[in-house]
């Protein structure tokens, strides 16, 4: 492998789509909101008070913010890779006992200090990135919120980098799950609603549910695989923590609630555009992935030998990208 490729491997491209599926939920469900409050607006409809908050009324969609949103979000996740790779390498947690693709220090093709200078690179773009989205959205007006959201891109650099790197990385004490949950869920779907429609949307919480616990799911599934080299490396995972047995019945609630989560937010959401937008079915375009998970529990549920699990981490991160991309599909449609 040429040195070039080993950086292409090293940031590990298969990752990236399951990163920006939240900004692509959130800025769709931020257009398809704002689309309707402006036909709400034209067609004088009493409904008007009870579900559009007048704010968004007046904002034109700033297709600047979801652009550099999605660029902030793929710097920390490469930013994330090389320091998993990093910190894993030190540590010698990739050994010969790993199952999956060799990493990058692990190869010999990168040193850990060039790795360690890559980090610091990603990092400082990432930070002008996230900066430029920050301004963009909100400007020195909103100087409070501003820095709160500042705070936030110092705290999502921070949570890239102690995953696995320092001597308390929190992806040694199983706590990896809950970080990528809040910021691929939460943090991802709405905030970038909040930075496009400068308003709080509680009701994102659900498809946020979904993008968050899939993209657990794609990480208990790893740890799942490798669940005896990090055992024996120290790495306590959830899975090593709780054992195979339980940690399969842990995958399959955060399949489950994540699928009903994204179900009753389309229901709530066709229920509230009633007759003001047409082709409202076609926002059930996401459940399509239904059958793709269905047989992946199935999978997961027979397996017996946890290195053949690998297969597994790109149908769910797939199955989640594609609910991002036929959410796109469906916002095009209906609006």
Not at 109 to 137: D, E, F, G, N, P
Request: hydrophobic share 55%; glycine share 6%.
């Amino acid at each position: 492998m040429s040195n070039f490729k080993a950086w292409i491997s090293a940031a590990r491209p298969r990752t990236l789509p399951l990163s920006i599926s939240g900004i692509i939920l959130g800025s769709c469900y931020a257009y398809g909101y704002n689309a309707f409050a402006k036909a709400v607006l034209l067609l004088g409809s009493p409904q008007t008070n009870d579900v559009i908050n007048q704010p968004i009324l007046f904002v034109k969609f700033n297709w600047w913010i979801p652009v550099l949103a999605l660029i902030t979000t793929l710097g920390f996740q490469v930013l994330s890779n090389f320091a998993n790779d990093y910190g894993d390498g030190v540590k010698g947690t990739d050994n010969d006992d790993r199952i999956g693709p060799m990493r990058a220090i692990q190869s010999g093709l990168i040193s850990a200090v060039q790795m360690k200078r890559a980090m610091i690179i990603t990092a400082c773009l990432t930070a002008v990135s996230a900066i430029s989205l920050i301004y963009v959205s909100l400007g020195l007006e909103q100087l409070i919120t501003s820095l709160f959201f500042l705070v936030l891109g110092v705290a999502a650099i921070w949570a890239a980098i102690k995953y696995t790197v320092g001597d308390n990385a929190y992806g040694y004490r199983g706590l990896g799950d809950v970080f990528v949950f809040i910021f691929f869920g939460p943090v991802s779907v709405i905030g970038v609603y909040y930075l496009i429609a400068s308003q709080l949307e509680w009701l994102l919480l659900l498809p946020s549910l979904t993008i968050g616990l899939l993209s657990v799911a794609v990480l208990n599934l790893n740890n799942m695989r490798d669940i005896e080299s990090d055992r024996k490396a120290g790495k306590n995972t959830i899975p090593v923590k709780i054992g195979i047995t339980n940690a399969k019945r842990l995958h399959y609630s955060f399949i489950a609630i994540a699928l009903i989560s994204i179900i009753a937010y389309i229901f709530i959401i066709i229920k509230t555009l009633g007759n003001v937008v047409g082709d409202t079915e076609w926002l059930w375009l996401p459940i399509l992935v239904l059958p793709m998970l269905l047989v992946h529990i199935i999978t997961v549920y027979r397996n017996k030998v946890p290195a053949l699990l690998d297969p597994e981490l790109k149908k769910v991160a797939l199955s989640t990208f594609f609910i991002a991309i036929l959410t796109i599909i469906a916002t095009a449609r209906v609006y």
